[in-house]
């Protein structure tokens, strides 16, 4: 009976002999350390090292990309949003609360917005193509 089990399961039945009495500890750890090939290949594909990513690093002297309009009219919605709400201390409530304002403006309230970011806007592709004119 020892036997049978020995070979059909190599790594599991080493406690079981222990308790049973058949084996020793010393013939548990060969017994387990004896697993056939194709379990020894499984595992070894499975300890396979995890590929890491490799990012490259920023450069500090590229300029940052401009905040969108929806960005700008947040910036000016927190302010007024917490002085008329200073007891709520959620990120999430004044966020969706100006997600919900920016979609009920109409084109002529968003202008002003939509101006100082293409304002902005140009001024980074300005920056960025004499940025890219040094790199190359």
Request: hydrophobic fraction near 30%.
């Amino acid at each position: 009976m020892s036997n049978y089990w020995s070979r059909s399961f190599p790594r599991s039945n080493s406690s079981f002999l222990l308790r049973s009495g058949y084996a020793s500890k010393s013939s548990t750890r060969s017994i387990a350390s004896s697993a056939p090939s194709s379990m020894k290949k499984k595992a070894a594909e499975k300890a396979k090292p995890a590929k890491r990513s490799q990012v490259a690093a920023k450069d500090p002297n590229k300029p940052m990309r401009p905040p969108s309009a929806f960005f700008d009219f947040m910036e000016e919605f927190r302010k007024t949003f917490k002085e008329k709400n200073y007891n709520n201390k959620s990120v999430y409530v004044v966020g969706k609360t100006g997600g919900d304002k920016w979609k009920i403006l109409s084109e002529a309230k968003k202008a002003p917005n939509v101006a100082k970011a293409n304002k902005i806007k140009s001024e980074y592709n300005s920056k960025m193509n004499a940025y890219n004119k040094k790199q190359s």
